[in-house]
């Protein structure tokens, strides 16, 4: 970058820190209604948040609020928030759902209101009301023909500026928006959040916002296309004015002078000058090559044909509609020394840097020379700039900006408040999602969550409900509830019990069912244990669980009935565990060759039933116990189901296949585990049709993707070593063995070793309430913090409205859901049971 252009850069953070220092003397006003509508000018603009006085949800809005105030001032709008008292009759204060709102005026018009999850931070609040005001100067479109139709009205009058942004409300938008309010009267600018669109012009990032200028206001033939121009810089204010700059600046200027004396905006903004040398037998030829190399240039340098002789001066441009394009600056002479061969200048933007003279032969060479330069540029300065991007998984991100504009059934649950939050999960069985709607995560997993309750209309009892923390965080606060998304189930008599399993429909889903019975269920006679051991009991169950767990015990067995009891509460929603203890159970017992206490483990999938005795069993093992028993000998490797085999630490023996695997392959390594051979390690397979990543796994241990099938030993948690089954061998049960015995002697050298590196979340989890705490600590109780327990909400009214709870400041920590608490005795074992939680 240019020492000018550092100093352009200081110069506009110096007065962003004045804007912002200024602010603190704007607060944001505090009016009646009266008042506030008293103020509405004509023709202004005014944004207003109805709000109750003192109400500590609004807190978090207020202090966004408070912070756009100059902002949107610096265009022209007020910003105001207007208290509301009960006896308020005015349509913005009456009705509780028109309230938590924000209300855009143009005089005493009403122009749009915005749900305040919409006004997430001050970037949002700039980029709604700018979009909504300059709604002609800004057309939002969706589709490739709107595009297209557009052009085809600017050809020959105007050029145009067309952008891409992931979402409305973001940094990217707001930047848009601010360059239409300046610009919008000198270009056309369009608008998109459509991917498809993206991608039907060419473009194959689409993971980023984009901007295209269109170079139509020379173009009068519909049938031929605008230019474009890609701005490749991120989509900052700053960006986006430097890049339009040098869109209004000449595509190609003639020079007869020093190259180190030129000067062009270009230099101004911290671009480099490419200089065409040119020669009187070339001149025509040269000038074509130039303008190829400035549209090529466009927007990431200047470039300029620099005529050798004096003579030349006499050269004038013959074609008229492109003088402007090719300004002429004439000089009485060159007085610079030019090596002969030279036949192009590069001139960087840095002061006193020399000139470097180049022999370059085509154009392309001209082109990477000038663009890795560039780059080099860009990369020393991102070096020291924005160190603390914010980004976030990119699966989310895709999927919630690619559905966003999906209509989802909301009616299909039941939207909750603060005040109908506890008469609704005390009056019947409750499913509770806590969610925030300007966090990707919540809004990605709102969808399945209204898929499951779509799925189980007019079928269950189960009443699912909602709450957005973001405008009820102290429900969420009382509740426990430190990250998002969360879901809990409320029923009546029963503590709350958390979910905690993955983020998608079918497990939900399996969730909410097995929890139609309260587990664990009790059996009282030995044909209800046949049908129960059968899957007939709870036919409509077993598929939710492919194991039914069944605790025998004599009535004398207290201590080991309250361990089975403490550990089929601690599994509820992940597997059927029924218990029987009448007189009669040792007739089951000798049935099955069981020593009470036993635990009897029936496999409808196999329809074996396994006998494990439980004497002096805990109730953390024997939730490790029935962990077990629910993962397969040899699975299917998934991206959903790698961190439960992943757990237990064991070398992972993967078989990977470009579709279903060879039965004796099969054959082969169950042979192997029946045999107990691979008892230290963990066999499984992955499917690439199904799982596509293998294939990204497959380059990183060879480099290029190897012939399939193949076996591969993963000893991730030991050295990190890769060994590969040799390819010229057949996977038997022979070669197989006699390979582990090379593995364990040594004799087998690897073939790469994985980083140590720990597999974590791009950022860690935010603890977002506790911020709002935060910003709401004057309406604590004032007691000293403590532990916080989960609210039992069977209460009486007067418990619930006596607050006596005093919030625990978590750590921040790098899981998505927040694991439901438990004794400290029992933390391992959920990590055991739950590790996918931790990708």
């Known amino acids: 970058m240019s020492s000018d252009f550092h100093v352009f850069r200081v110069g506009v953070s110096f007065v962003i820190m004045c804007i912002l220092y200024k602010s603190a003397e704007d607060p944001l006003p505090e009016l009646s209604p009266q008042k506030y509508f008293s103020t509405l000018q004509p023709g202004k603009a005014s944004l207003a948040y109805f709000c109750h006085a003192d109400s500590p949800s609004t807190s978090v809005v207020l202090e966004q609020l408070n912070e756009a105030v100059r902002p949107l001032q610096d265009y022209g709008i007020s910003v105001a928030k207007v208290h509301c008292v009960k006896e308020e009759t005015s349509r913005y204060c009456g009705k509780e759902e028109d309230l938590m709102k924000a209300y855009l005026f143009r005089g005493n018009i009403l122009l749009r209101e915005f749900p305040t999850d919409t006004l997430f931070d001050v970037n949002a609040i700039v980029a709604h009301v700018l979009f909504t005001l300059l709604f002609n100067e800004v057309k939002y479109i969706s589709t490739l023909e709107d595009l297209q139709n557009i052009e085809n009205t600017v050809k020959g009058k105007a050029n145009m500026i067309f952008s891409y942004v992931r979402a409305i409300g973001t940094p990217e938008h707001r930047a848009i928006m601010e360059a239409a309010f300046v610009y919008g009267t000198a270009y056309q600018f369009v608008l998109t959040t459509e991917i498809a669109l993206l991608e039907s012009i060419g473009s194959e990032d689409i993971e980023r916002a984009h901007l295209y200028f269109f170079h139509c206001n020379l173009i009068s033939d519909l049938t031929q296309q605008c230019r474009r121009t890609l701005m490749r810089q991120p989509l900052t204010t700053l960006n986006i004015h430097a890049f339009v700059k040098t869109m209004k600046a000449p595509l190609l200027t003639e020079v007869a002078e020093d190259p180190q004396q030129v000067s062009t905006v270009h230099l101004q903004l911290g671009l480099p000058l490419v200089f065409i040398v040119s020669q009187k037998a070339t001149y025509e030829a040269d000038r074509r090559t130039a303008e190829w190399v400035a549209w090529r240039l466009l927007g990431k340098a200047g470039v300029l044909l620099l005529l050798r002789l004096t003579s030349w001066m006499t050269v004038t441009l013959q074609i008229s509609n492109i003088k402007h394009l090719f300004p002429f600056r004439k000089r009485d002479s060159l007085e610079v020394n030019i090596p002969q061969h030279t036949n192009v200048v590069f001139r960087r933007a840095e002061k006193e840097v020399p000139l470097e003279f180049l022999v370059l032969t085509d154009i392309d060479s001209i082109i990477s020379y000038v663009e890795d330069n560039v780059e080099m540029e860009e990369n020393k300065d991102s070096d020291v700039e924005d160190p603390d991007l914010d980004i976030q998984d990119d699966e989310v991100a895709e999927t919630v900006y690619r559905d966003r504009k999906r209509q989802l059934p909301l009616e299909v649950t039941m939207e909750l408040t603060e005040e109908t939050f506890h008469a609704t999960v005390m009056a019947s069985d409750s499913i509770v999602l806590f969610y925030a709607g300007w966090q990707a995560v919540s809004m990605a997993f709102l969808q399945s969550y209204i898929d499951v309750a779509v799925k189980l209309k007019g079928t269950s009892t189960m009443l699912l409900t909602r709450i957005n923390c973001a405008d009820w965080s102290g429900v969420c606060t009382k509740q426990n509830v430190t990250e998002f998304p969360a879901v809990k189930m409320y029923k009546k008599g029963e503590n709350p019990v958390s979910y905690a399993g993955m983020l998608g429909t ?20 030995i044909q209800e244990v046949e049908e129960y051991l059968n899957g007939e009991l709870y036919e409509d169950l077993v598929t939710y669980s492919s194991v039914s767990v069944l605790g025998l015990f004599s009535p004398a067995m207290t201590t080991a009935k309250e361990d089975f009891t403490e550990a089929g509460n601690y599994l509820k929603g992940c597997v059927l565990t029924g218990i029987y203890s009448e007189e009669d159970v040792w007739i089951l017992a000798n049935k099955h060759a069981a020593t009470l206490p036993a635990l009897l483990l029936a496999k409808h999938k196999d329809g074996k039933i396994e006998s494990i005795p439980l004497a002096g069993t805990p109730a953390q093992d024997i939730v490790q116990i029935i962990t077990n028993a629910l993962q397969e000998t040899f699975p299917e490797i998934t991206v959903e189901n790698l961190p439960t085999y992943f757990k237990p630490q064991k070398p992972l023996l993967i078989l990977f296949s470009d579709g279903s695997i060879n039965p004796q392959h099969r054959e082969a390594i169950l042979t192997l585990v029946a045999q107990k051979h691979l008892d230290s390690f963990t066999p499984c397979w992955l499917n690439l049709k199904n799982t596509p990543v293998g294939r990204g796994i497959l380059q990183v241990y060879f ?137």
């Not at 190897?706 to 070593?721: A, C, F, Y």
Request: proline content about 7%.
């Open 703 to 839: 480099g290029l993707l190897p012939p399939l099938p193949l076996l591969v030993l993963v000893n991730q948690h030991s050295g990190g070593h890769v060994f590969a089954f040799p390819s010229d061998q057949s996977i038997t049960e022979q070669n197989l063995a006699l390979w582990l015995k090379k593995l364990e002697a040594g004799l087998e050298n690897h073939i790469t070793i994985l980083s140590a590196q720990e597999w974590k979340p791009p950022l860690p989890a935010y603890n977002f309430l506790s911020m709002m705490d935060a910003a709401t600590s004057q309406h604590a109780t004032g007691k000293a913090p403590g532990r916080m327990k989960e609210i039992d909400v069977q209460e009486n009214d007067k418990e619930r409205h006596e607050d006596k709870l005093t919030v625990k400041k978590e750590p921040v920590e790098t899981l998505r859901i927040k694991h439901w608490n438990r004794n400290n005795w029992f933390k391992e074992t959920e990590k055991s049971l739950k590790p996918h939680t931790e990708l």
């Open 506 to 525: 079918e497990d939900l889903l399996k969730f909410i069912q097995l929890n139609r019975i309260s587990c664990p269920v009790s059996i009282t006679s």
